[in-house]
Structures are given as structure tokens and as C-alpha cells.
């Protein structure tokens, strides 16, 4: 018989450890792991889908209030918003995580190009023109104040917001307008929003021979602006800050143009998220702790004294019975004892799937499953 020698075990056990470390160096979460960009790098924009939020108002009307008027996302490249698409191959779709498809996101690269500290002024997109029936589609989507969602290096483009009690303390919501409404006499008249002030606040990596630097924050401010491109279609003007309305009665041609503007920020990648995870009001609401705590410890107390008045009646009578005489049944708290203790059919097979998570993968495919019919919903409900 073969007896393997210590230092045999010992070699076996380590190469098993470094296979270990190097698939665990290989393979992390997406958003776990920061992404390091040189000066001038190409950092990636991706487009989600348009949401709705709060309404402006109702059309005609100068009232507004805060309720949702629409439950229905749309994809970013839906045909009646017209957005610019990467040219030549068009938009690919971006591998999402667990959480981004239960969100329901649905993203997808963008003609955007964003490199690591360049500025940008005024640089065109692409040309286009609605005609009046989609420019009657994005008038209503204004009205009832749909949002458009970015992605930066994972991080949602944002509008900075002031908080209401401090006026000093500002926070990111998610997400930015497709336009906005302008007061003409009585009523409000939807403007398309058409330009896009994008601003990224970066960080750079501390004590590395070479610099590097991290995207720790991105806000963008629309903007609605009746501009041309130029002859040779690169570049526009963006001086005219005129608001461009897209007409129901005729053609509307609109120019999309984008600046980026890079900041310098103290911010570390580690918290780059506190200023989304912004709580309005931090005020802890002791009298719903302290109710929530005094029901669990009253309903506890009432279930043990159940349990503990049952035992103490089957155990008195049981200890009273002679140890010579034949039970020929069980009652009370022994049938559950029974019960729990009875050996399964197949306990091998049982433990295999319980110690796998095999419930839990099962759960995560049912739960996708759902939620992938959303976008068709969505879609049958639009038609």
C-alpha cells in the first residue's frame, strides 16, 4: 500500500492554493473592481432606457404637481426619439448584471466619445428631423417627464440637486430630462432637449509611477439650443441659445451636439456612490423602532409561553406513565419529533441539492424569466 510522504501533500496543497489565488485574481464582479484610465483613454458612454418621473404639468395647463403619469420605459434607440447611433455597425448590446436585469435596464453603446481629461466644446453628434408624428410622440414624453439614463464607467449620469432644508448640501438624482417646458401666455409649450453639458469628475491614483485616474462622478445638463451643423457635418454652432420646440404640424429639423468637461476631484473611487445614496431626511424615527421592538419581544414571549405550557403538560404526563408499560401511539409535541427525525428517501440526493444553492439558482431563473416579459409588455402596450 502507497503512503503518500508529507512533502507530497504538501506540494498538492499548495499548487491547489495558487490555482486558488489566480482564478480569484482573474475573475471579479463588474463594479467591484475600480477601472484605471491613462490621459486620453477612451472611456466608454453607454445609453439605459427612458423612464418616467414626476410630471411638469398638463398640457394647456400651468399646474403642477407630483404625480407619475406614465408606467412605461422605452428603449434609448426607439425610433420617435431619433437619437444619434454609433456608426457604422449601429448599437450593441452591453452584458448586464443580475441586478440590471431585474431593474429591467436596458443598455447599449452610444456615438459618445469621452477620453480621460480632453475637453469637448460644442462637438456635433449627428442631424436629423422628426416629422410630426414623432414629434408629437416626444412632446407627450416631455409632458409627462421622462428621463434619459447614462452610464459612465457604471456610474449613472446624474442632475445635481440642492437639498430643500440646507441650502449648501447637494445630492445626485439618477437620470436627466428629455426637455423641459417654457411659459408661452397660458399655457406651457414642450421644448426637445438637444445639447448636453456633460461634466466628469475624476480622481487620480495616489503613489503610482505612472498616473492614473478614476471616474468618480458624472453630471450632465441638458439643454435646448436651435443650432445648424456646419457644411462638412462635424462641428455646430452653440452659441444660439434659443430653445428649439419640435412642431406637430411640419418637419423639425434638429442637430445633436455634446461638451465634456473633466474635474478634478478629492472624492475616492470607494465612495464615489454616497452622493446618489443621498438620504433627504436622516431623522430616525424612534417612536416606529421602538413600537416595531416592543411587538416582536410581546409576540416572542407569547409564543414561548405557548410552547413551554404544551411541553410541560405531555412531559408531566409522560413522566407519569409506568416505564413497563407499552405506549402503542405517540401524541402531541411526539408526533412532530417523529416527524422531523424520520430519515428522507434519498438523503444523499437531498444534501447535494440543498448544499449546492440549488434553490436559490432555480428562484434567480424564475425571477428572470418574469422579468424578461416586461420589455414585451412594454412594447404591446406602446403598439
Known amino acids: 500500500m502507497w503512503v503518500p510522504r508529507s512533502s507530497s501533500i504538501r506540494n498538492v496543497l499548495a499548487t491547489a492554493v495558487a490555482l486558488q489565488i489566480s482564478i480569484a485574481s482573474a475573475f471579479y464582479l463588474p463594479g467591484v473592481a475600480p477601472t484605471d484610465y491613462d490621459y486620453g483613454e477612451l472611456v466608454q458612454l453607454n445609453v439605459n432606457r427612458l423612464t418616467p418621473t414626476i410630471q411638469f404639468a398638463e398640457p394647456g395647463s400651468s399646474i403642477k404637481d407630483s404625480n407619475i403619469r406614465s408606467l412605461i420605459s422605452y428603449d434609448y434607440y426607439h425610433a420617435p426619439f431619433r437619437f444619434c447611433k454609433p456608426q457604422p455597425d449601429g448599437p450593441k448590446k452591453i452584458s ?7 431593474f429591467g435596464d436596458r443598455i447599449l453603446t452610444s456615438p459618445f ?42 456610474l449613472p449620469a446624474a442632475t445635481r440637486k440642492v437639498e430643500s432644508r440646507e441650502e449648501h448640501t447637494y445630492f445626485y438624482s439618477q437620470g436627466f430630462a428629455l426637455g423641459g417646458l417654457d411659459e408661452v401666455g397660458d399655457k406651457l409649450e414642450p421644448t426637445f432637449h438637444n445639447h ?17 485616474y478614476r471616474v468618480v462622478g458624472v453630471v450632465v445638463q441638458p439643454s435646448s439650443k436651435t443650432q445648424k451643423a456646419s457644411s462638412d457635418g462635424k462641428t455646430a454652432d452653440c452659441t444660439n441659445t434659443q430653445h428649439i420646440r419640435l412642431f406637430e404640424d411640419k418637419e423639425t429639423s434638429v442637430a445633436f451636439t455634446y461638451s465634456v468637461r473633466w474635474r478634478p476631484s478629492p472624492t475616492a473611487w470607494a465612495t464615489r456612490w454616497d452622493k446618489y445614496l443621498h438620504v433627504v431626511n436622516p431623522r430616525v424615527h424612534w417612536f416606529s423602532l421602538v413600537n416595531s421592538a416592543i411587538i416582536v419581544i410581546f409576540s416572542t414571549g407569547m409564543v414561548a409561553a405557548i410552547l413551554l405550557k404544551t411541553l410541560r403538560k405531555d412531559i408531566a404526563r409522560y413522566n407519569q406513565l409506568d416505564l413497563n408499560e407499552d405506549v402503542s401511539e405517540d401524541s402531541g409535541w411526539k408526533l412532530v419529533h417523529g416527524d422531523v427525525f ?6 444523499m440526493l437531498l444534501s447535494i441539492f440543498l448544499g449546492s444553492g440549488a434553490q436559490i439558482f432555480f428562484m434567480t431563473a424564475i425571477t428572470i424569466s418574469m422579468s424578461s416579459t416586461l420589455p414585451l409588455q412594454s412594447a404591446v402596450m406602446t403598439n
Request: proline residues 4%; aromatic residues 12%; glycine residues 6%.
Open 96 to 102: 448586464e448584471s443580475l441586478g440590471s436585469i431585474l
Open 113 to 154: 466619445e469621452l477620453k480621460m481629461g480632453e475637453n469637448e466644446t460644442c462637438k456635433l453628434l449627428c442631424q436629423t428631423k422628426f416629422d410630426k408624428r414623432d414629434a408629437k410622440f416626444v412632446n407627450k414624453r416631455i409632458f409627462q417627464g421622462y428621463n434619459i439614463n447614462w452610464l459612465i464607467d457604471g
Open 196 to 212: 448636453y453639458d456633460i461634466f466628469v469628475d475624476f480622481h487620480e491614483i495616489p503613489n503610482r509611477t505612472k498616473k492614473k
Open 342 to 347: 424520520r430519515a428522507p428517501k434519498n438523503p
